[in-house]
Antibody, heavy 119, light 107 residues
Framework: EVQLVESGGGLVKPGGSLRLSCAAS????????MNWVRQAPGKGLEWVSS????????YYADSVKGRFTISRDNAKNSLYLQMNSLRAEDTAVYYC????????????WGQGTLVTVSS | DIQMTQSPSSLSASVGDRVTITCRAS??????LNWYQQKPGKAPKLLIY???SLQSGVPSRFSGSGSGTDFTLTISSLQPEDFATYYC?????????FGPGTKVDIK
C-alpha cells in the first residue's frame, strides 16, 4: 500500500525557517517524481515544488522561488522541503504528492502537515 | 502559466441527482486534465486522469470528458459520500495549475 506521511509542520515566526519531511513507503520511491502542494486555510490547492526521481530536475512556484528548497534522499525514501524567510502568506497545509510520470497527475497524497507563520 | 477556471463555484444537489462540473484551460492542454475530490480536513483524492480515465477504485458513477480547453466532470447519480469540493488540474506544462474548486453540497 502506498503511504506518504508528512511531518515537521508547526508554528514559526515571520522570517523563520522550517523543514518538512515526507516519508514514503509501499512503492519504489526512487522511480517517481515527487511534489509539494499547499492549501491555505479555506483556499484552493497551490503547487509549490517538484523534484524528479534522480533530483536532476527541480522546479518551484514563483511565490516560493529563492526561499524554499526541495530535496530527496532515495536511500531513505524521503522527500524534504526546506522553507526559509517564511511569510504569513506561507501559512497552509503542505501535502507531498507522488506524480505518475506519463500523465503527470498526482496519484497519491499524504495527509498533510500544517505550517503556521505568525508572530 | 496556464490558468484554470471552473464553473459553477458551488452547487446544491440532492442524492440521486446528475451533477456536471465544467473546467476550462486558458490554452489547449490536449487531454492532460485531472480531477480530484477533497473532503474537509482530508487530502485530495484522484478521481479522473487524462481527462476521461477513471482512477482505480473510483466508482463508475464518476466520468470525465473533453479535450483541448474544455472539460467536464459528471457524477451520474450523486451519493451521500460525494458531497465534497472538486478540483481540476492541468498536467500539460510546468507549473501544474489547479482550478479554484467547485463545492458540492446538500440541497
Amino acid at each position: 500500500e502506498v503511504q506518504l506521511v508528512e511531518s515537521g509542520g508547526g508554528l514559526v515566526k515571520p522570517g523563520g525557517s522550517l523543514r518538512l519531511s515526507c516519508a514514503a513507503s509501499g512503492f519504489t520511491f526512487s522511480s517517481y517524481s515527487m511534489n509539494w502542494v499547499r492549501q491555505a486555510p479555506g483556499k484552493g490547492l497551490e503547487w509549490v515544488s517538484s523534484i524528479s526521481s534522480s533530483s536532476s530536475y527541480i522546479y518551484y512556484a514563483d511565490s516560493v522561488k529563492g526561499r524554499f528548497t526541495i530535496s530527496r534522499d532515495n536511500a531513505k525514501n524521503s522527500l524534504y522541503l526546506q522553507m526559509n524567510s517564511l511569510r504569513a502568506e506561507d501559512t497552509a497545509v503542505y501535502y507531498c504528492a507522488r506524480v505518475f510520470e506519463l500523465e503527470g497527475m498526482f496519484d497519491y497524497w499524504g495527509q498533510g502537515t500544517l505550517v503556521t507563520v505568525s508572530s | 502559466d496556464i490558468q484554470m477556471t471552473q464553473s459553477p463555484s458551488s452547487l446544491s444537489a440532492s442524492v440521486g441527482d446528475r451533477v456536471t462540473i465544467t473546467c476550462r484551460a486558458s490554452q489547449s492542454i490536449s487531454s492532460y486534465l485531472n480531477w480530484y475530490q477533497q473532503k474537509p480536513g482530508k487530502a485530495p483524492k484522484l478521481l479522473i486522469y487524462a481527462a476521461s480515465s477513471l482512477q482505480s477504485g473510483v466508482p463508475s458513477r464518476f466520468s470525465g470528458s473533453g479535450s483541448g480547453t474544455d472539460f467536464t466532470l459528471t457524477i451520474s447519480s450523486l451519493q451521500p459520500e460525494d458531497f465534497a469540493t472538486y478540483y481540476c488540474q492541468q498536467s500539460y506544462s510546468t507549473p501544474p495549475t489547479f482550478g479554484p474548486g467547485t463545492k458540492v453540497d446538500i440541497k
